[in-house]
């Protein structure tokens, strides 16, 4: 896992959380927010997953390439 993975995670948690407190107290905005957030944090996720796949790329490229 990488930073942005775990970001993206932490994002899309606080975000359920915030959603759930705003459907609780009754507020929209909060329910908003919270949305928001959720996004924002599977975005980065997804971010993280992709350079997780360039990383692994790379490795199996260098690998391959060092062979004789």
Do not use: Y
């Not at 705003?22 to 350079?51: C, I, M, N, T, W």
Request: aromatic share 0%.
């Amino acid at each position: 896992m990488n930073k942005n993975q775990v970001n993206g995670a932490l994002k899309d948690l606080a975000g359920k959380v915030q959603e759930e407190a705003g459907k609780l107290v009754g507020s929209r905005a909060q329910q908003a927010k919270g949305l928001q957030k959720q996004v924002a944090g599977k975005a980065e996720e997804r971010l993280g997953d992709a350079k997780e796949v360039v990383r692994e790329a790379r490795e199996t490229v260098k690998a391959v390439s060092s062979k004789p």
